[in-house]
DNA sequence: CATTTGTAGATTGTCAACAATCTATTTTGA
DNA sequence: TCAAAATAGATTGTTGACAATCTACAAATG
């Protein structure tokens, strides 16, 4: 396939490394949204600082996303945790808002996603069945909110997929601490499989009543 | 009334010194969302450092939050400008869900609500009726965002605060450029007035149907 | 002349030192 | 002894200097 002398079809590797604010970001935020970091636990700006090795500059930006995002709380001049939300809020605010946010985008889908979208969308579907016949927990409701992710981030504004983005995060640390209630990893599988079929269909009737349902 | 002599009912102001970043915060976004900054201005560091006369560390902090609030929008190493949103999202994902969030604070509000807050929101009705008979629209779009404010930063987690004041801002931000849809002042006044009559008598049915139509 | 390469200035990103504030503990004074 | 005041240590807030990156324009190259 590659052959040495062909240097036209050579290509260097996109250069991948965001600032350090986004790192720290992502680290921190994914620590708590797979439950590493507990609903209480305390940030110390310095001790981040040593463990990453970043000054504290870059440290407190990302902590100000994470605040506004609503994953943590800053008690000025006193500390910074993370937050801890009500159940009643979670059902009756963030999940009928990411219900409307996910219709949204799928029923805008069919004629925005492109044939890369699709292959991403199968390749997850794959990787679910093995996750699922694996046991694997983790990785499915890993792959179930990369599913989503990309849908949304394509059929919807920045501005927009970033209020996604801090719900869908909350719920997932919600979720993961309270344990799928799902009557098998299998029907998660076969929810998503079902709804890229409706998508590529671009029936917008039938992605409503999915989308009803699956988040129950 | 205040006695010279009498001491013990002395208070001295609240310290109401916020943090720097605070500061700027809420100075940029008031800009935005009173239309003074337009969207696809751009914000120098720089320029706001000097003209604040406060360094670059809050300043950038304060960024953050408003990138993560959706209202402007950084190109790394490059430049932030104020975002623009599309007509569709706001009508389809912004006013639906600022509904549902002020619907469910509502409904709480007659459990929750002290009677320094009813004092404080029937004194905003007051100023209401006041700005309307001058025909201050700014002035009574100010308090009808405050009126809001209130209800929701009492009846809903610090967190759910977030998302509501980010989703109220950008409305606000939107309809002032389109100008209000309103058939006249009054009515805007006399909506807010049987709401906060509603809420009053805590008949969740009515608030339902009621802000149904006020949305609209 | 068109394309690439190399600057200069502007702007954002990062850092380390210093200041302000809080908490917990100790000291003081009655 | 007990409450108020002072103090020390920890932590967050702020600053100014320096580094990295981008844009636009000038210079070089063919």
Redesign the interface.
Known sequence: MTNPNDLENFQFKKNDT??L?QFVYKEIREAIIKGHLEPGARLREVEISKQMNVSR?PI???I??L?????V?SH?YRETVV?D??EE?VI??LV??RR??EL?AAQKAVSVLTDDDFAYLDNIILNMQEASNQDDLDRLSDLDLKFHERIVERC?????F??WN??SG?LHARFLIQGYSHSSLQTVVEEHREMLQLIRSGDNERIEQHLQKHIK
């Open positions: 965001v600032s604010r500059g407190r930006e990302a100000r996303i605040e506004q995002e609503g994953l709380i000025p937050v939300l009500s809020e009756h605010l009928p808002t409307n946010f949204f919807v504004s920045p501005a927009m970033r209020i801090s719900i909350k």
